[in-house]
T-cell receptor, first 111, second 114 residues
């Protein structure tokens, strides 16, 4: 079955820097790869989606890349702010099965 | 406002007492799903539904039931709750897998079974 790996250690960065989070997967490449933000005790919030035939997607300060050869997606937040502190989840949509989530990486942005 | 509404937000119950967690969405989504989230284990799918009257098991369905009689509602039923079902539960809806569309999650239900 598909295995999704996200760095379990929290990522600590300073305000203004670029945060880069990694999502690796095994086996087959998904039709879509999605990124979500989750605050403690709250439901995940959809951020961005990238298709298997796309290399890069941007939305405001967010950028996602998708490398099907490496089986990896990178999620970037530029000019990070303390309000960006949260857990970020990647999820794989295999098209004919349901969405599978990674365990997430906590991001801490200090002023 | 487009949203998924779960109730209750918090629930404490005793072992063996049947309970239902409700989930409703107002986006006319065909796909709905239930997840539980536990520390160190991430989000794990319990059941999902591709459409009305169509439901299927996810990764951890034991001890749970669901029904999808109407498009907007997808209740989660615990017939005989046990302490290992203490968890944070989320309902989600979407247009469905492979549709270039993200999932909308509810605010969660924190269940404690004593």
């Amino acid at each position: 079955s598909q295995k999704i790996e996200q760095n379990s250690e929290a990522l600590n960065i300073q305000e203004g820097k670029t945060a880069t989070l990694t999502c690796n997967y095994t086996n087959y490449s998904p039709a879509y790869l999605q990124w979500y933000r989750q605050d403690p005790g709250r439901g995940p919030v959809f951020l961005l989606l990238i298709r298997e035939n796309e290399k890069e997607k941007r939305k405001e300060r967010l950028k996602v890349t998708f490398d099907t050869t490496l089986k990896q997606s990178l999620f970037h937040i530029t000019a990070s702010q303390p309000a960006d502190s949260a857990t970020y989840l990647c999820a794989l949509d295999m098209r004919y099965s349901t969405l599978t989530f990674g365990k997430g990486t906590m991001l801490l942005v200090s002023p | 406002e487009a949203q998924v509404t779960q109730n209750p937000r918090y629930l404490i119950t005793v072992t063996g007492k049947k309970l239902t967690v409700t989930c409703s969405q107002n986006m006319n989504h065909e796909y709905m799903s239930w997840y539980r989230q536990d520390p160190g284990l991430g989000l794990r799918q319990i059941y999902y539904s591709m459409n009305v009257e169509v439901t299927d098991k996810g990764d951890v369905p034991e001890g749970y039931k669901v029904s999808r009689k109407e498009k907007r509602n997808f209740p989660l039923i615990l017939e005989s709750p046990s302490p290992n079902q203490t968890s944070l539960y989320f309902c989600a809806s979407s247009l469905g897998p492979g549709t270039n569309y993200g999932y909308t999650f509810g605010s969660g239900t924190r269940l404690t079974v004593v």
